[in-house]
């Protein structure tokens, strides 16, 4: 919160999402329905714009994490300015013909599809016909050495997961050395819509963009030119580029679903209900400050002083000022996303030390720390036994903190401690059974018994209604939207949409003969 | 000497291969290159890219790429001079023939030298990579053999005359021939008489000029020199604008409705 008197700048108003981890499953099926919605293209087969991954991992890309060799985000130079980690103006125009730090297709993987077609019109024999993997890029047959989600549930974890970035220090030995009785966790990822996006400042066209109205990031395909920046400024290796246009595309956090008032599809289709989407307004003429704070480990708090309490009578009258309309604003006062990041502060930044201030955020997980509980001999139940294992057991809590805090435990710890009392106090209140000793663990970690019941019912409860708080566009702004309407941003690939392309786009990458796509 | 450009047409009876080859065609070429670029720029933006491939393959395009952009450019300051300047004026500014010959030889050798690995290499990554070459359209097919025959040309032109023969001072005829063409005083007769190589150079250049809007070429109009000058972060409005728009320096705003958003 900035203080009460420093005055409000401009406002702006920010769609947002948070997941809560300890109930993704890994199903996949955010990925799965985001990929029919958007990337099932020529192109883009390679292209998750949503992704699941399992933590600990290397992840997709390969490695992604490791921006000593990819250069993703922002970074401080010598006298504290922000700069973009992958060089200057100057420097990017140089690398304009070759880009060093850009990903390669095997970085990612080589996209597969089948010989379906063998499978019908194979001649009558004494084996079983199979559909061999072909290469979708070549249409030749290929082996499937890799995908976005080879890691599933660990798989292959003592070969690849020593690789992960986050496994630095010490305590990654420990790690490495007794996988089998460590822990996982799943990472659902897609764009973080920043508030100070690395893509958007690197694009030399000035075809990425962060829309005024509600902070979604989206490439302009008409004005992309194919340089190929942004992939290499994104640290979260969130941009792709199409190799069938030459374009770059991400995620859309399904605009034209948010501007109706819905839902992102991953949302909308995620079976364990974790994701949470709601408004946040937050100062834009803070942004620069906050994303250049010296320390890393306070960029946490800087990015929380960035956003406004909606109920502030002066944040009020400074949106109004911005034109920010009044329903949105009620709808950012029913923010479950403001509830979890500013009121109960359990919900933390993917890699706030990326500068880019992310917008999708998370409620770590307690489930490995449970485990570890259980596996000592602990009673997951008492909340003195999980205190003890939240500090002692360093392996999970430095993993946790390496990927939401910038290594901080403290603030981790603090979520995790928040949520077991939480989980206590529930327990024993539906048993009518809360007493003296389950309130002072929830005031212990600054919860009240009706905070608490607040959020439990809108971390375990999760109705639709409490998880999705969207504003629709506005109508005055309806010539416009049903303009964008009419240009549908799947159209490509040659087929014939409202007007023709023209020139340069491959339509085909396969012979009829070579099965379908 | 160059002639008198008054004493056109009154000079030596032109023939009408010579006018077609000459006038016409380079004429006809500058005319599709105009008109082609402005009916693409306006019917085809999506279409209007680098269409980068150094996803699918990036080893060959590590060297070759920037050997052939920054070779093409030097070639390109290099033309500008040679064609456009005429000789009288670098004589006037103290350069005699002697130096200036041999600082073009030298200089276009390295450029030359430089242009033509890397797009070799680039050529080789196209048709021996095979998800670039399935990704190769028909306007590269077009594209990437005029642009080698039209360099090809050039080079082996500049190597048969110029370094390894009793040089040939183009500055005399094809330059001529060139400024004529802007003037809009043609001087077919002016590079009649050039040496094969260089004729064969130049209206292959101006094939490539004609060809030009309708391939991957049009990037080059695109060169992103605005980035260096605009601050960091890009809003952009969705629809109309509120009353006050809540956006002020450092940031800049444009309508988004005539944009196809990804």
Request: charge should be neutral.
């Amino acid at each position: 919160m900035p203080d009460a008197e420093a005055p409000v700048g401009r406002v702006m108003a920010q769609i947002a999402m948070v997941m809560n981890l300890d109930k993704c499953i890994g199903c996949h099926t955010c990925s799965v329905t985001c990929k029919q919605t958007w990337t099932n293209r020529t192109g883009v087969e390679y292209a998750w714009f949503n992704n699941v991954e399992t933590k600990p991992g290397i992840g997709y890309p390969r490695r992604h994490e490791d921006q000593e060799r990819w250069k993703g985000g922002w970074a401080l130079d010598r006298r504290g300015r922000l700069v973009l980690r992958s060089g200057g103006r100057v420097r990017r125009l140089l690398s304009l013909f070759s880009n060093p730090d850009l990903p390669g297709i095997e970085d990612y993987y080589e996209p597969v599809t089948y010989d379906y077609d063998t499978l019908l019109s194979a001649p009558a024999g004494n084996d079983v016909p199979v559909a061999r993997p072909r290469s979708a890029l070549t249409g030749e047959p290929t082996a499937v050495t890799w995908g976005a989600n080879w890691e599933d549930g660990l798989g292959g974890a003592p070969e690849h997961a020593g690789g992960d970035p986050n496994l630095g220090g010490a305590w990654a030995e420990r790690v490495r050395f007794e996988f089998e009785q460590t822990f996982l966790f799943h990472l659902p990822r897609l764009c973080e819509h920043c508030l100070n996006p690395a893509c958007v400042s690197a694009c030399p066209s000035g075809a990425l963009y962060k829309r005024v109205e509600d902070g979604i990031v989206l490439v302009d395909q008409d004005r992309c030119r194919g340089w190929r920046m942004c992939v290499t400024a994104c640290p979260y290796k969130k941009v792709y580029v199409n190799h069938a246009t030459g374009k770059a595309e991400k995620c859309t956090f399904c605009f034209p679903r948010i501007e109706a008032g819905q839902p992102t599809v991953c949302s909308e289709t995620c079976v364990g209900r974790l994701r949470y989407l709601g408004l946040l307004l937050y100062d834009a003429d803070r942004v620069g400050e906050a994303a250049a704070t010296p320390g890393e480990q306070d960029l946490l708090e800087a990015q929380r002083g960035v956003f406004l309490d909606p109920s502030d009578p002066r944040v009020i009258a400074a949106a109004r000022r911005s034109g920010i309309p009044e329903d949105w604003l009620e709808a950012a006062r029913r923010s479950p996303v403001y509830d979890l990041v500013m009121r109960h502060r359990v919900a933390l930044p993917l890699h706030p030390e990326y500068r880019t201030l992310p917008m999708v955020w998370y409620v770590p997980p307690l489930s490995p720390v449970l485990d570890a509980v259980d596996a000592a001999g602990g009673d997951q139940d008492d909340p003195d036994h999980v205190f003890a294992a939240v500090t002692r057991l360093r392996i999970p809590l430095e993993y946790l903190a390496s990927l939401f805090t910038a290594g901080d435990t403290d603030v981790v710890g603090g979520v995790l401690m928040k949520l077991t009392a939480l989980r206590s106090y529930m327990r024993a209140a539906a048993l009518g059974e809360a007493g003296g000793e389950q309130e002072a663990a929830l005031r212990a970690v600054g919860l009240t018994p009706s905070g608490a019941e607040e959020l439990h019912r809108l971390l375990a409860v999760a109705k639709y209604a409490d998880r999705y708080v969207v504003p629709a566009a506005h109508r005055e702004d309806a010539a416009a939207l049903s303009a964008l309407e009419n240009r549908c941003p799947v159209e490509g690939a040659g087929e014939p949409a409202g007007r023709t392309v023209s020139l340069g786009i491959p339509t085909l990458r396969r012979t009829p003969s070579e099965g379908p796509a | 000497m160059s002639a008198d450009p008054a004493a056109w047409p009154s000079a030596a009876p032109v023939s009408g291969t010579e006018l077609l080859l000459w006038v016409a065609v380079p004429y006809a070429c500058l005319a599709v290159f105009v008109v082609g670029h402005v009916w693409r720029y306006r019917q085809d933006q999506f279409g209007w890219t680098s269409r980068t491939s150094q996803l699918l393959e990036h080893r060959a395009l590590r060297w070759g790429s920037p050997l052939f952009h920054l070779g093409a450019f030097m070639v390109i300051a290099g033309h500008v001079v040679g064609l456009a300047v005429p000789a009288s004026w670098t004589r006037a500014v103290g350069i005699d023939e002697h130096t200036y010959h041999t600082t073009a030889v030298w200089a276009g050798s390295v450029a030359g030298v430089a242009m033509v690995t890397g797009l070799g290499m680039l050529c080789a990554r196209r048709l021996l990579s095979r998800r670039v070459r399935l990704g190769t359209d028909r306007s590269d097919k077009l594209l990437f053999p005029l642009l080698s025959a039209t360099v090809l040309l050039g080079i082996t032109a500049t190597a048969a005359h110029n370094v390894f023969g009793d040089g040939y001072d183009y500055r005399d005829t094809v330059s001529v021939w060139f400024r004529g063409l802007f003037a809009l005083q043609p001087r077919p007769e002016a590079i009649a008489g050039a040496p094969l190589l260089f004729r064969l150079h130049a209206l292959s250049a101006c094939l490539l000029f004609a060809a030009w809007p309708f391939t991957r070429l049009v990037h080059v109009w695109s060169a992103p020199v605005g980035y260096l000058f605009r601050p960091y972060l890009v809003y952009r409005r969705r629809g109309p604008a509120p009353a006050a728009p809540p956006v002020g320096p450092g940031a800049r705003t444009r309508r988004a409705s005539s944009r196809r958003p990804v």
